[in-house]
């Protein structure tokens, strides 16, 4: 039945990434039988972050890099995420060389993701490395035979192919998670703030169903992965140890890895300004990230010979 709740002349928007990472958040949502009261729109995380930007969504999964960007515009939804805390098999890059040696080398960057770009923006400027790099479709102009390193995410990272181009292969989120020992934040549910201001119910009345989902989504993973392994060609195998490798949830160590990756962005001038986590009424405190001290480098973490 609707929710009396979320009654009205005009559907909530919400956005959903087409990619199989979001299967759990929206598990018990794709269940309902009556979604007259949303409209759902999937798309890569960079198109629902431009729609988010221009207004033609109301709530909506965005990059933790757009965030950075629009945090004058957006509120984020308390305890809803997409984190990793260690390798995550779906943010990969991958090489011909040495990340030192890749200095004035081409490096093709998926155009999908603001937030696996900024992290691999981050990655050179630690190594104090300036290749050159392009922001595209990755099977533009044939990129991943003839790009000397190729930032892959998604579901396209997952199916192995660059394996058998690239010598060097890194998993970004490993890396992280061994430099910083905080999890990664790839992407925040966020509202506009006008639509906010005038519909706070139905924005809460939203977060609740989409946690509801969450939870019914966290606690079916065999269900979910049984039901992609058979759209995917991807083996059983694999899907299980990345949605095991996931996480969906807001709690205070992510916001930690969150406030830790706008401090490096900052730092190394990747985003104009220090970042102001904003949450909507009720959500968790203010984490302010700073002018910060100098942070611990990710060099280490990768192979730099």
């Not at 007259?36 to 999937?42: P, Q």
């Not at 401090?263 to 949450?279: C, D, G, R, S």
Request: net charge neutral.
């Amino acid at each position: 039945m609707q929710d009396k709740q979320l009654k009205c002349d005009e559907p909530v928007r919400i956005g959903r990434i087409s990619y199989m990472n979001v299967a759990p958040i929206y598990y018990g949502l794709d269940q309902q039988t009556d979604t007259r009261w949303c409209r759902i729109l999937a798309a890569p995380p960079a198109a629902l972050n431009r729609k988010m930007a221009a207004g033609e969504l109301d709530i909506s999964p965005v990059s933790t890099a757009a965030y950075a960007a629009h945090q004058s515009e957006w509120l984020i939804l308390p305890n809803l995420s997409i984190s990793c805390d260690g390798p995550v098999m779906s943010v990969v890059l991958a090489s011909r060389y040495s990340i030192r040696d890749l200095e004035g080398k081409s490096v093709v960057i998926s155009d999908e993701s603001a937030s696996a770009a900024a992290l691999v923006r981050l990655i050179f400027r630690e190594h104090n490395v300036r290749p050159n790099i392009s922001c595209r479709p990755l099977d533009e102009d044939n990129a991943l035979a003839s790009a000397e390193a190729v930032l892959v995410i998604g579901d396209a990272a997952l199916n192995g192919k660059w394996q058998k181009t690239y010598r060097y292969v890194w998993d970004l989120c490993g890396a992280w998670k061994e430099t910083t020992g905080l999890p990664f934040v790839f992407a925040l549910w966020a509202v506009r703030k006008e639509y906010a201001c005038l519909h706070l119910e139905r924005v809460t009345r939203t977060l609740e169903i989409l946690n509801q989902s969450r939870q019914k989504g966290c606690a079916n993973l065999p269900v979910i992965t049984a039901e992609l392994r058979k759209r995917s060609d991807l083996k059983k195998d694999v899907l299980e140890r990345y949605f095991n490798g996931l996480e969906y949830d807001l709690d205070t160590v992510k916001l930690r890895g969150l406030e830790e990756f706008y401090t490096k962005l900052y730092y190394h001038n990747l985003i104009a300004a220090p970042v102001v986590t904003q949450f909507i009424a009720g959500g968790p405190p203010t984490v302010t990230s700073g002018p910060p001290d100098v942070p611990a480098s990710l060099a280490s973490a990768l192979e730099v010979n």
